[in-house]
């Protein structure tokens, strides 16, 4: 379906992604800046969306801006900082009620737009830089949402596992940057900092609806107008190719009740290459489903773990195996999925692992079509990772991998770093297996 | 073999939906959605964490049930003699799951293939109990490591915490899983003894929506319920204790390893319990225009308290409403309990002294009319919510026409009465000094 989005290239060289169906009951918009990930300017990049959704010349205040949006029927505006590989993507999003059901009076894309652009590019303004206090307040929040990665232990646990994995990698580098960095940051270097991606770095714009694409193409084009360089500024790939000497083991002590237990592992193989597709089976046979290995042997059977499956960080050629389990277990758990991957490595993968992993894969391809803001990750993805594949591409990659193919991926995995948090000794309080 | 159906059209969100009615009792509602890749069914019944007290007519005795009862059985139906449920989804493709909350267990799956022969799993082995010695042993144990997960939970401990200083004795009061004692007492005999309750077609219902032709998937699943041969039972007596209407402490705080502390303030609402139907419906509606209009992104109070640091965009309200118990509940971290508490307490008396201007109440009517048809998107969405209401024995697609019909000074008076002072309770989660 990523087939079937309208391309354009604004006047200024912003690309206009336009997908008309009449599937949805919304218009959705997403406004898209893609950076280099990096560690002099993951903070800025991260307090950029956040101070600019605080306000702009027209809606200067959250306050009045809401108040824009709650009358459009509600329309959401949301902004985001993503992380995809080694590529830093300052996001906006807006989404409103399609006028057919809402009595709207037929200007509805026309105007969410207008807000949309309003935010991106006519920022509230003082002596030449952000407000002061907004950039102040948002600094807080994010210093506040860096230590608040302590209260989900599961995605703390994953973290500190892939930031010790890739301390000296561009990767390493955690997508809101360190609370050190904000120190430095005035808001006249945060507003030089905007006027320079805004102008240099590639600018994706999508909208999915039931719209006229003429009208879209118009809209966008007399809206987003500003002066941009003729040429976007080259990004850079992600590296892969790390190699690991030993194996890295982190223990880290806390007071909780329940282990949570990563490993980390490089594949060395890029979002682009050839076993991409064996890959993704690969990772779904293992721990990527219910029927999966690491979820049949270590939690049904040896009812070890509530949770335990693979993650691929697909644009950086890593997959993680994370796992809540007893911390005395670890031992035996280490062992199982030790096995399991023995099991993958030698092909003992039964025909029903591979056909079930297949149609599970598929089945979560096709469903993210019925999703605008999964069709725009989608699309996203493949920016992000150099190749732009259709679904069908995919689709047919992992319908046409074999067990080959999925040897030749088990031969490049290599375990990196193993990390758990576990209870303090003598604090758990009691243990039921 | 046709059935007939009650086609439902709702013009505000131009939908059809399709009603039949299988005997002994159960309902069938199907919703076609033209274009979407996806299908998806969801196969639910009347039997929550907080049924833990029942007898079925002509039964004079009440059956008493451990703490998590319901969420287990939900657990030991993914087992059945062959093994895993799971992978016979999985060779079909399709991606299956399960919840419980605290008055439903869900069963569903979405399927882009095989959706005629999904369909026919998910009723199988909703319908094939298996229950043994062995695999409730086993089951202890998984669930044993669910419960300790949640413990470590901040948000999870922050939310049971209130529950259990708002409720003196309603079951709402327990976590759903149980605990670790409370779920060492099941037995295969006792779920076996809830299953033929509570599973029976007439406490059932299913919700299906993608893109497809009602009338086939209405006669599949009439075979299938038809064909297992189901008796009448007796009506189901839930008993719920007398809930007090004070609460049972004003404040409880437990100290986590959390980054902040973590505020949730509740309020017992006293009224909504014994109210069912779209009467029900209305009240959850005015309660979110409360909310939204006291607490909402485009108000002062929270914009004020953004500015001060005393909330982050995580801050929100919730009005969640039962047949027998219903409450608000608002929050989110904070670096000072103490002056967010007095700072909502003060907004919540300023509204009803200064009461709600004609253009707030209609902006507010706005956004929940839009944010409500832009969820219309998801068929997950769809589906679990129109079961959730009509097991409250109300309709979804009504919620535009209600919304429609509610006034400012209802607003204004739900205000008054349901966030009262003397009926509320407020949960904090303290930063340990854990480093």
């Keep these: 379906m990523s087939e079937d989005y309208s391309i354009y290239h604004l006047p200024n060289g912003i690309r206009l992604l336009f997908l008309n169906t009449d599937k949805f009951k919304t218009i959705s918009m997403g406004l898209f800046i893609h950076c280099d990930l990096d560690r002099e300017t993951a903070a800025l990049n991260a307090l950029l969306p956040s101070v600019l959704e605080q306000g702009c010349r027209l809606y200067p205040d959250n306050l009045t801006l809401q108040r824009k949006l709650e009358n459009l029927f509600g329309a959401e505006l949301s902004t985001d900082i993503i992380k995809n590989g080694e590529r830093h993507i300052i996001a906006f999003g807006l989404e409103a009620a399609h006028g057919r059901f809402t009595g709207e009076n037929g200007h509805l894309m026309k105007d969410s737009m207008t807000i949309l652009g309003n935010v991106i590019k006519d920022p509230l303004l003082e002596d030449g830089a952000f407000r002061q206090s907004y950039v102040k307040q948002e600094k807080n929040q994010l210093i506040k949402d860096i230590k608040a990665l302590l209260n989900d232990k599961s995605a703390y646990a994953v973290e500190k596992c892939l930031s010790a994995m890739c301390a000296g990698e561009k990767y390493g580098v955690y997508k809101l940057g360190r609370i050190e960095d904000y120190d430095l940051i005035s808001a006249e270097d945060l507003y030089q900092h905007y006027q320079e991606v805004l102008k240099e770095n590639p600018i994706d714009l999508y909208v999915i609806g039931d719209l006229n694409e003429n009208e879209v193409f118009e809209t966008a084009s007399s809206i987003f107008s500003f002066s941009r360089e003729k040429t976007a500024c080259p990004l850079s790939p992600a590296e892969i190719g790390h190699q690991v000497k030993e194996v890295r083991v982190i223990e880290e002590q806390m007071t909780v009740n329940q282990a949570k237990m990563v490993l980390g592992f490089r594949t060395s193989i890029p979002f682009n290459d050839q076993l991409f597709c064996a890959l993704l089976v690969y990772s779904g046979v293992l721990g990527g489903f219910p029927h999966s290995k690491l979820f049949m042997k270590v939690r049904e059977e040896a009812g070890l773990a509530y949770y335990i499956h693979t993650r691929l960080e697909r644009h950086k050629g890593l997959m993680l195996i994370a796992a809540g389990i007893n911390a005395a277990d670890q031992k035996n758990v280490q062992e199982i999925i030790k096995a399991q991957m023995t099991e993958m490595l030698s092909g003992a993968i039964t025909d029903a692992e591979l056909d079930n992993t297949k149609r599970g894969l598929v089945n979560q391809l096709l469903s993210r079509q019925d999703n605008p803001s999964q069709l725009i990750a989608f699309h996203l993805d493949g920016v992000a990772g150099g190749v732009d594949y259709s679904f069908d591409q995919l689709i047919r990659g992992i319908e046409s991998t074999d067990i080959d193919r999925i040897r030749m991926v088990a031969e490049k995995i290599t375990l990196d770093t193993a990390y758990l948090l576990k209870p303090r000794e003598g604090e758990v309080v009691q243990d039921d297996n | ?435």
């Design chain 2, 1 to 435: 073999m046709t059935i007939s159906h009650v086609l439902i059209e709702n013009h505000a969100l131009q939908e059809s939906l399709y009603h039949y009615r299988i005997e002994p009792g159960f309902d069938l509602y199907i919703l076609p959605r033209p274009g979407y890749r996806k299908k998806y069914a969801i196969f639910s019944t009347r039997f929550g964490s907080v049924d833990n007290s029942f007898r079925v007519e002509p039964e004079q005795d009440y059956t008493e049930l451990p703490d998590g009862v319901a969420h287990f059985l939900e657990h030991k139906l993914f087992e059945d003699e062959q093994g895993n449920v799971f992978n016979r989804f999985a060779e079909l493709g399709a991606s299956a799951n399960a919840f419980t909350s605290f008055t439903q267990t869900s069963y569903l799956f979405s399927a882009t293939t095989n959706f005629e022969e999904s369909l026919g799993e998910l009723l199988r082995f909703v319908q094939e109990p298996y229950f043994t010695k062995e695999t409730v042993a086993k089951e202890q144990g998984i669930i044993g490591q669910e419960i300790k997960m949640y413990e470590d939970h901040p948000h999870w401990r922050v939310f049971f915490n209130l529950l259990e200083s708002l409720y003196r004795v309603h079951p709402v009061r327990n976590d759903i899983a149980g605990t670790v004692e409370s779920i060492a007492q099941i037995t295969p005999e006792l779920l076996y003894r809830c299953y033929n309750t509570f599973y029976h077609p007439s406490n059932m219902a299913i919700f299906i929506v993608g893109d497809l032709e009602p009338q086939r998937v209405a006669e599949q699943v009439e075979a299938d319920i038809k064909s297992r041969g189901h008796g009448q039972i007796g009506q189901i007596i839930r008993n719920y204790p007398d809930e007090p209407d004070n609460v049972m402490k004003e404040k409880v705080v437990q100290e986590l390893v959390v980054s902040e502390p973590i505020f949730y303030l509740g309020f017992k609402d006293v009224v909504a319990g014994r109210l069912t139907g779209n009467e029900l419906m209305r009240r959850e509606i005015l309660m979110e225009l409360v909310l939204d209009i006291i607490f909402g992104t485009s108000e002062r109070l929270y914009n004020d308290l953004y500015r001060d640091n005393l909330i982050d965009e995580g801050f929100g309200f919730e009005y969640s409403a039962e047949n027998n118990y219903a409450y608000t509940m608002i929050g989110g971290e904070t670096r000072d309990p103490d002056l967010l508490y007095e700072q909502v307490m003060k907004a919540i008396d300023d509204t009803r002294r200064n009461g709600i201007t004609e253009e707030q109440f209609e902006r507010h009517r706005r956004k929940i009319l839009g944010g409500y048809i832009r969820r219309f998107n998801s068929l997950e969405f769809i589906a679990n919510n129109f079961l959730a209401y009509r097991f409250r024995d109300s309709d979804m697609f009504e919620l535009p026409r209600i919304l429609q019909e509610v006034s400012r000074e209802e607003t204004l008076a739900l205000a008054a009465e349901n966030l009262n002072i003397s009926r509320h309770a407020l949960s904090i989660i303290t930063p340990s000094t854990d480093g």
